[in-house]
Antibody, heavy 116, light 112 residues
Framework: EVQLVESGGGLVKPGSSLKLSCVASGFTFSSYGMHWIRQAPKKGLEWIALIYYDSSNKYYADSVKGRFTISRDNSKNTLYLEMNSLRSEDTAMYYC?????????WGQGVMVTVSS | DVVMTQTPVSLSVSLGGQVSISCRSSQSLVHNNGNTYLSWYLQKPGQSPQLLIYKVSNRFSGISDRFSGSGSGTDFTLKISRVEPDDLGVYYCGQGTQYPNTFGAGTKLELK
């Protein structure tokens, strides 16, 4: 059974940093692209980043480019999202998702709240 | 960026009824490799989204044949037949052909 479990969220002040993790199980993690997708409260879905299976390519939404970094450790079956210079508009539920051209499995999400 | 326009914003349906949701993209979703990466997702209340349909018309594992996807190029449709209580929630279309990937704004399916 595919499982994706996010962690690392919380309440932080504007301008601060946070690093999210997503531990994967039930599939060969090193063979799949992985995404981060977020959802602001009562809003729709926003794709924010993709990393190829071998970390050879990374893509970002303009809204996070230069502030967020996606990475992975295939030896630990773990996906990361390092978030710097956080803003109030980054407040959202953050999901990791498995897939390359789509999101076949999603984690349960982790909440990030940016507020003074 | 590819803009995904979903209609309607909300739908009321009776149990056992049929509904259609439209999704239009501002650019063709045909990838250089010939595939069209248009997917449909359902987010039930309080849950993560789940994949229903990928590459326009392919049902994901375990998804009922009451769900069907069709379309090409820039114009796509999700049909749900014999609606059941478990089908209620917000439906999103999403494209994975171009970066940044983008989603429609969602269609809320409610009971009449």
């Amino acid at each position: 059974e595919v499982q994706l479990v996010e962690s690392g969220g919380g309440l932080v002040k504007p301008g601060s940093s946070l690093k999210l993790s997503c531990v994967a199980s039930g599939f060969t993690f090193s063979s799949y692209g992985m995404h981060w997708i977020r959802q602001a409260p009562k809003k729709g879905l926003e794709w924010i980043a993709l990393i190829y299976y071998d970390s050879s390519n990374k893509y970002y939404a303009d809204s996070v480019k230069g502030r967020f970094t996606i990475s992975r450790d295939n030896s630990k079956n773990t996906l990361y999202l390092e978030m710097n210079s956080l803003r109030s508009e980054d407040t959202a539920m953050y999901y990791c998702a498995k897939g390359h051209y789509g999101y076949h499995y999603w984690g349960q999400g982790v909440m990030v709240t940016v507020s003074s | 960026d590819v803009v995904m326009t979903q209609t309607p914003v909300s739908l009321s349906v009776s149990l056992g009824g049929q509904v259609s949701i439209s999704c239009r993209s501002s650019q063709s979703l045909v990838h250089n490799n010939g595939n069209t990466y248009l997917s449909w997702y359902l987010q039930k209340p309080g849950q993560s989204p789940q994949l229903l349909i990928y590459k326009v018309s392919n049902r994901f594992s375990g998804i009922s044949d009451r769900f069907s996807g069709s379309g090409s190029g820039t114009d796509f449709t999700l049909k749900i037949s014999r609606v059941e209580p478990d089908d209620l929630g917000v439906y999103y279309c999403g494209q994975g052909t171009q970066y940044p990937n983008t989603f429609g704004a969602g269609t809320k399916l409610e009971l009449k």
